[in-house]
């Protein structure tokens, strides 16, 4: 497990051109099996709205609060307080750019969301291009989760899992899952 963690480091700063602080836990070759262990469902009513805010180009304040809630229902209070059109604006702002740090500047923008959150109305707007920041996952990578997460350390989870995806060949949701469920069986 030693060796793979070195040899996994050493390739994250190939692709980088510098240290990364993101090195996969496990053999990439347990990815599959992993995800297929992953028991949970998205919730439908989270993924139809991601449908529908990827044709209308912003989410609705129903679907934004569903979605927060989806992420963490402690955070309600909070969204809740963000109005209708705040979420319009900012979401349209977020799913127009084609800047990722312009995208989650417009969401974090709203009260209540920070990266993690964040990162799941990205994810389901655009599912096969945003994994979901989560302590699970972070751990799965070799970090250890915090409560906040600046942009630079956004940026840099989403080049290393959109980097580990391609590499493995799978979508960014099996990663999800395989960084997950690996947490899950690993910590409990």
Known sequence: MIEFARVRAEKSREYRGGVSRFALQFD?????ALAERFAYEDDPAVRAAGEAVRSRGHYTREEFLR???????????KVAANDTKAIEVQTALALT?????????????LEGVGVPT?????????PSDYPILD??????LGVRGRS???LSFWLEYLAACRHLAAEQGVS????DKA????SRERVG
């Not at 990439?28 to 599959?32: C, L, M, R, T």
């Not at 979605?67 to 209070?77: F, G, H, L, T």
């Not at 750019?97 to 923008?109: G, I, K, P, Y």
């Not at 960084?179 to 690996?182: A, D, K, N, P, S």
């Open 148 to 150: 906040t997460y600046p």
């Open 28 to 32: 990439p070759s347990e990815i599959g």
């Open 118 to 126: 964040a990162s799941v109305l990205l994810h389901f707007a655009f």
């Open 172 to 175: 960014l949701r099996t990663l």
């Open 67 to 77: 979605v927060c809630e989806w992420k963490s229902a402690r955070s309600r209070p």
């Open 179 to 182: 960084l997950w469920q690996h």
């Open 97 to 109: 750019s084609h800047d990722e740090a312009e995208r989650m500047e417009a969401l974090t923008a």
């Open 135 to 140: 302590v699970r996952a972070l751990e799965s």
